[in-house]
């Protein structure tokens, strides 16, 4: 059931984006909120019904990168951001997921009992509920605004809507890039 919501999700993502291309970005901005949602949906139910596995593990960083890239990078082609957000983080993504590959490899996972981070500080700002569920809802504020800031209604302070849009969007790189820091460090026992 949880892999299932996370497939959901992706496709759900991939539909809001095309939604924007067609000029309808208010259901966009509605498929948004279920897209995040989904993102802690799935987990729960792993737990919550005993699927946790290896497979859930990798299928859900696996939808993480699929969503956020998606959104980042529609934004970037409909003008909403510069190009370096995307480019930013789908490097981040592919480095952090290539050493994570290694680790999965030797028994480790990226988050939970088995994870490859070692080290307290590294567990904080990788793996823990707290750092994991700052950066979601930061990206969930940066995607919900961008969109909302760009409906064809005429809403109060749209502009201030679109401007905590880029800011969420610039802490999210940031956090993305920090977040990633400690799996590169701590992969270097795995490069041996």
């Known amino acids: 059931m949880a892999n ?35 993102d802690g949906l799935d987990g729960y139910v792993a737990r919550k019904f005993n699927e946790s596995s290896k497979l859930g593990a990798v299928l859900d960083i696996m939808g993480d990168r699929i969503v956020e890239n998606i959104y980042w990078i529609t934004f970037c082609a409909l003008g909403w951001i510069n190009v370096i957000i ?37 567990k904080f700002i990788v793996a823990s509920n707290f750092s994991r569920f700052s950066y979601a809802v930061c990206k969930a504020i940066a ?16 502009n201030t809507i679109l ?17 990633g820091l400690p799996v590169v460090f701590e992969s270097k026992r795995f490069l041996k």
């Open 86 to 122: 995307p480019l930013v983080v789908v490097s981040r993504g592919i480095i952090t997921d290539s050493l994570r590959s290694l680790a999965l490899a030797q028994g480790y996972t990226a988050f939970g009992e088995k994870t490859m981070m070692q080290g307290k500080v590294a």
């Open 4 to 38: 299932i919501i996370t497939l959901s999700r992706i496709f759900l993502a991939f539909l809001a984006m095309g939604l924007l291309f067609g000029g309808y970005a208010h259901i966009s901005v509605i498929l948004t909120v279920f897209v995040m949602w989904f």
């Open 143 to 158: 995607f919900f605004f961008l969109i909302l800031g760009h409906v064809n209604y005429d809403i109060p302070h749209k």
């Open 163 to 179: 401007e905590i849009g880029v800011i969420c969007a610039v802490i999210s790189v940031i956090f993305c890039v920090l977040r």
